[in-house]
């Protein structure tokens, strides 16, 4: 990889801005920066990545409020120019809170906050993100969310599918998407899509959590591997 | 004068309401059998310093639409109170 830079949104109540900037420097030739959420400056930031976290105490809904900070308003322009976006969990909040991802999250159907390693299985290999995944493998990925309830009206949910926007769903062990392996209530196991474009990912699970081997799982660090790649290849 | 204006957003009865069946569960174990149900939304006062009530009328749809609910999951509703 050769000179990327990867905007990180810092957001008061982000917690895992740190993280996914360990994970992101972790590649080398490529450099993270950190974006406070007042300022209007991406830095030439090649991607912008939306960290987890409790922006603004998740107060209202949560991504409510992120949606309109001025950082905000540049990371949706950016967006609506086809460059990549990728929002993990309370970052996927503030994607479909913009606009710029279709749906909403409510609270997990157990009314418990889940934090555990969770299977995924990859539903979708032709998105910069998900590219050097095999299709339907089986990631294991950690999830940490109170309120990942997947939900969009059912002609949402079949455009999505007719024009292969879900990257990915919660699935058992051996990669069959069932009730029982849906941890929240999400409606099709969903965990995480993309926009038509396909340049914005939204997903409830931590990539950055499964960045290496050491933290239990290594499985997360392709989706990163694969969005600079994309990076590079457009050059 | 400004108006006050009154605002309750609720959940769509398509959408779980787990804090609602929490507190309806919770309600029932204290004893209270001819609880159906309970469902939780939230209520939001705003004052708004506009003189004409149509003008009042048409920011507060404008803000519940934009902010205060999430049109996918929630309904709003709202009243306006003329302050003197």
Not at chain 1, 88 to 105: D, H, K, T
Not at chain 1, 133 to 148: D, K
Not at chain 2, 33 to 54: C, F, H, L, P, W
């Amino acid at each position: 990889m050769a000179d990327i830079t990867a905007g990180i949104v810092v957001f008061p109540g982000s917690n895992c801005d740190h993280d996914t900037e360990y994970a992101v420097a972790s590649f080398s030739g490529v450099k993270p920066v950190m974006l406070w959420h007042n300022d209007r400056d991406l830095q030439d930031a090649d991607v912008i990545i939306l960290p987890g976290g409790f922006s603004y105490g998740d107060y209202l809904r949560a991504g409510a409020i992120a949606r309109f900070s001025p950082i905000m308003l540049e990371v949706i322009e950016f967006a609506r120019k086809g460059y990549p976006v990728l929002g993990i969990c309370n970052g996927f909040q503030v994607l479909l809170e913009s606009g710029l991802l279709e749906g909403a999250l409510s609270r997990n159907r157990d009314k418990k906050f889940i934090c555990s390693p969770t299977a995924i299985s990859v539903v979708n290999t032709a998105t910069i993100f998900t590219g050097l995944y095999r299709q339907g493998e089986v990631l294991s990925v950690p999830i940490a969310h109170g309120e990942g309830n997947y939900f969009a009206p059912p002609e949402v949910i079949r455009r999505l599918e007719d024009n292969d926007q879900i990257a990915f769903r919660y699935c058992d062990p051996d990669g069959n998407v069932t009730p029982e392996s849906n941890p929240n209530g999400s409606v099709g196991n969903i965990a995480g899509i993309v926009n038509r474009e396909g340049n914005v990912l939204g997903l409830m699970p931590h990539p950055e959590r499964a960045s290496e081997p050491l933290l239990g799982s290594g499985d997360g660090r392709r989706l990163f591997e694969s969005v600079f790649g994309s990076i590079v290849g457009r050059r | 004068m400004p108006f006050n204006a009154k605002i309750k957003v609720t959940l769509r009865q398509s959408i779980l309401d787990v804090q609602g069946k929490a507190v309806e569960h919770a309600l029932k174990n204290l004893g209270y059998t001819t609880v159906d149900s309970a469902r939780i939304g939230k209520y939001i006062e705003v004052s708004i310093n506009e003189a004409d009530r149509q003008e009042a009328e048409r920011i507060c749809n404008e803000i519940c639409q934009k902010l205060l609910s999430n049109p996918v999951m929630e309904n709003y509703a709202f009243e306006l109170e003329q302050v003197n």
